[in-house]
């Protein structure tokens, strides 16, 4: 086993590790090896067609290796590789100064023995994305950028909803239809001009996150679906980075830290995802908009203590706060042995198809009826207007009722309706319908199966019906 010296421009992805022991019979199988263990370091020692790049240089213990048999050169028990790439010279650019400016700033930092300037210095060299620029992504990017996390990537592809102003408080009204993550970088910038913000308005997918992540020290999840969180975890595992964990639901919320120093990730928690439509999103259940600035204040705090080294990090406690009670739980979790991920004999070493596993494409099959099965809400108007026998079914919550519905509208939510079948008669023509369709697609699913025959599904539920027939009903 031959000992590979890492460079200090390369040990960032190496976590930092300046000897590693490596297994191999010439220096081509070490860095093999090498770049199995660390993925990222592929694209700083290796071209496309797997030449070793022009500016690194390999030394076996004192020799060059073009000096000796190039990349076949026999290694054996002991020997040293080291790593020689070019550097520039002078000042680096990695040389981490506080102006004047910045040391007013972040004065009550400086002042703490905890992050003083050695710590300061640290924030200014991290490099931070958080994936989701929502409820979460707020309050966590608000304040890694008044920390002075010196450089911030926020990642999101959608854009600014008015629903969205009850808890996301970097937009405002006049950035509705505007992109997240550029009206995000401006409110940033002026909160902080030190910060460099890198924005990445794509969405993340199994062929882009190991290219986008590689480049972060660490990860803060402020995702709001099964897939992608999924796939943050297995990019984190495989390129052995801490990834901090946020999620909401009405009153409740998550935070702890994944991965990193033999931590438990995510799937050690969660081995596989809930079937599709068992937990509903905050579209549907609603979240209090308060609760997750409190959450992600901590998951920003989270960051700071792994960055800084400093303090007691979640890694391994699982923290469930209940804000209706005023309480927050604490759980151990532990690392799984038999983890597919992070296990002892792991078995995930690609990022895979994450739709396909959380389930979302059978769930979009599961939703979709036939034709004779859906009306839009131009014809249920004029269906209405023929005086014709008609029962109007709402299978949303009664919160939901209260902010708008259907004259005559019959309400017997989507979880009750398998108990609740006597109020209904087979003979009836029944139109279905919830917020947006995908409920009610499955009431008339149910329905259907039970029986009755002249069932329909509101396409787009009440919101098109809002949209197309009455714009002035409440839309949320």
């Known amino acids: 086993m031959a000992t590979v010296k890492i460079p200090a421009p390369l040990r960032r992805f190496t976590h930092h590790q300046n000897d590693i022991p490596i297994d191999g019979v010439n220096v081509r ?25 022009n500016f690194v240089t390999l030394f076996l213990n004192n020799e060059d290796i073009r000096s000796l048999q190039g990349l076949d050169t026999p290694v054996k028990e002991g020997d040293e590789i080291s790593i020689v790439p070019a550097i520039a010279g002078g000042m680096r650019k990695n040389e981490v100064i506080l102006t004047p400016e910045e040391i007013l700033r972040y004065s009550r930092h400086l002042i703490m023995p905890e992050v003083g300037m050695e710590g300061q210095k640290k924030l200014k060299s991290a ?45 405002v009204t006049d950035d509705v239809g505007k992109l997240k993550v550029e009206v995000a970088k401006k409110r940033l910038n002026a909160m902080n001009p030190h910060v460099r913000i890198q924005v990445h308005p794509v969405q993340l997918t199994s062929e882009n996150a190991m290219e986008i992540l ?24 495989l390129l052995k ?82 804000a209706i009670q005023g309480r927050a739980r604490e759980f ?37 009826l036939d034709k004779d099965w859906e009306i839009t809400p131009k014809e249920l108007k004029a269906l209405l207007g023929s005086k014709k026998d ?33 109020e209904l008669d087979t003979s009836e023509h029944i139109v279905i319908h919830c917020h947006t369709g995908s409920r009610s697609a499955r009431a008339v699913q149910f329905l259907r199966q039970m029986g009755f025959t002249r069932v329909k599904n509101l396409k787009g539920g009440i919101d098109a019906w809002a949209e197309q027939v009455a714009p002035s009903m409440p839309r949320y």
């Open 241 to 322: 980075k801490p990834y901090v964990y946020g999620s909401l639901f009405r009153f409740e919320g998550q935070v702890t830290v994944f991965g990193g120093e033999g931590g438990p990730c995510y799937r050690c928690l969660y081995p596989e995802p809930p079937p599709p439509d068992l937990v509903p999103s905050c579209a549907e259940g609603g979240v209090l908009g308060v609760l997750p600035g409190f959450v992600g204040a901590w998951q920003a705090l989270e960051a700071m203590k792994l960055i800084l080294n400093e303090g007691e990090s979640l890694r391994g406690r699982f923290i469930l706060i209940d």
């Open 332 to 368: 151990k979790i532990h690392p799984n042995p038999q983890c597919p991920a992070c296990g002892n004999h792991p078995t995930i070493h690609r990022l895979i198809d994450y739709d396909e596993f959380c389930g979302a494409h059978r769930a979009e099959q599961a939703i979709q």
């Open 127 to 171: 490099r931070i994305l958080i994936v989701g620029m929502g409820g979460l992504g707020c309050p966590v990017s608000t304040y890694l950028t008044m920390a002075g996390v010196g450089t911030l990537g926020i990642l999101d592809f959608d854009r600014v909803e008015l629903s969205n102003l009850q808890r996301q408080p970097l937009y």
């Open 390 to 422: 008609v029962v109007i079914l709402d299978v949303r919550e009664p919160v939901e009722y209260q902010i708008c519905h259907l004259p005559g509208s019959r309400l017997i939510p989507l979880g009750e309706l398998p108990y609740r079948l006597g």
């Open 29 to 53: 199988e070490v860095l093999k090896n090498l770049r199995q263990q660390f993925p990222v370091l592929e694209k700083h020692l290796f071209t496309e067609d797997q030449q070793l790049r």
């Open 214 to 237: 590689q480049d972060y020290d660490l990860v803060v999840d402020g995702t709001d679906n099964f897939p992608t969180r999924y796939l943050v975890n297995d990019a984190c595992v």
